[in-house]
């Protein structure tokens, strides 16, 4: 059974950059057609997609967030890692990790049922 949990800061103020571990157990990062992925989700907006990362270590980005957003690894220790630069207060969101094997989530609302396992979510806020 696959388990994702992710972790790490719960509030933030603006210009300061989030950095979110996601934790997997039941599965490997390297396993082929996986993509590990990052969503939020605020009442606001709905469920975004942020970015995944591939089992071949690429990278995808959603293209409002991609100047400032970056995914990385570390297999060893099954983890991924958000990170977000310069937060204002519209990044505030619930952040979830999911693994899916959708490559190309762009141009359109991602839904829950195109990932098969996620996290249980960790709420973010941005303020002064």
């Known amino acids: 059974q696959v388990q994702l949990q992710e972790s790490g800061p719960g509030l933030l103020k603006p210009s300061q950059t989030l950095s979110l571990t996601c934790g997997v157990s039941g599965a490997s990062l390297l396993t082929t057609s996986y993509y590990w992925n990052w969503l939020r989700e605020s009442p606001g907006t709905g469920l975004e997609w942020i970015g995944w990362?591939?089992?071949?270590?690429?990278?995808d980005y959603h293209p409002s967030l991609k100047g400032r957003t970056s995914i990385t690894r570390e297999t060893s220790k099954s983890r991924f890692y958000l990170q977000l630069s310069s937060v204002t207060p519209e990044d505030t969101a619930v952040y979830f990790c999911a693994r899916g094997r959708i490559r190309n989530l762009h141009g359109r609302s991602p839904h829950r049922d195109d990932f098969d396992s996620w996290g249980p979510g960790t709420q973010v806020t941005v303020s002064s």
């Open positions: 990362i591939s089992s071949a270590g690429g990278a």
